[in-house]
């Protein structure tokens, strides 16, 4: 019980100090007022800190309490590789946490049901390309008729877990 509230505590500090840079980098530097933070039944990542949801009266984000600098290599690759066929995710990097853009899980356009494999496809071949894992219907969303990693941290698994992982020798 001590634990969770104080992780709750350092939690919201966070939220707190990092109010402006959060409004500089999702809403365009304008005033903002958070009137809701849930705590997201998500995966904990081993330690003892929580992915919330933060509600402003303009919109949406997530806090993650890992760095998610790994989302910036992901939206380098999408912008000079796929930006056609894949999606770059809004993310504000800190010390050892960080937020990422709210992304709402959307069906597929069925009048597009050819685009939207399509992507599939360059997805998964940047999954291959960065040797993803942790792929499951909990960290991948779609948006746009996109897939979307929304679990930046297991975007990228070093080669000796994967062979591991894989059961492949080098």
């Known amino acids: ?17 990092d109010n402006q840079d959060i ?8 005033d903002i007022t958070c009137y809701s933070v849930k705590l997201l039944d998500a ?6 800190t929580g992915v919330f949801l933060i509600e402003y009266d303009c919109g949406k984000i997530v806090y993650k309490p890992r760095d998610l600098s790994i989302c ?16 770059s995710v809004k993310c504000l990097t800190k010390d050892e946490y960080g937020y990422m853009e709210y992304i709402e899980n959307v069906r597929p356009d069925p009048a597009k049901v050819n685009e939207y494999f399509f992507n599939w496809g360059a997805f998964l071949a940047a999954c291959c390309i960065f040797r993803s894992s942790d792929l499951h219907d909990n960290n991948i969303f779609i948006c746009n008729n996109s897939p979307l990693f929304i679990d930046m941290e297991t975007l990228i698994t070093p080669s000796s877990i994967w062979e591991k992982k894989n059961k492949i020798d080098v």
Not at 23 to 30: L, V
Request: overall charge positive.
């Open 1 to 17: 019980c001590d634990t969770f509230v104080k992780m709750i505590h350092s939690s919201m500090n966070r939220i707190y100090e």
């Open 23 to 30: 409004s500089a980098c999702f809403f365009k530097g304008k």
């Open 43 to 48: 995966d904990y990542h081993g330690s003892q």
């Open 72 to 87: 910036h290599l992901w939206n380098y690759f999408v912008k000079t590789c796929a930006p056609n066929y894949l999606k």
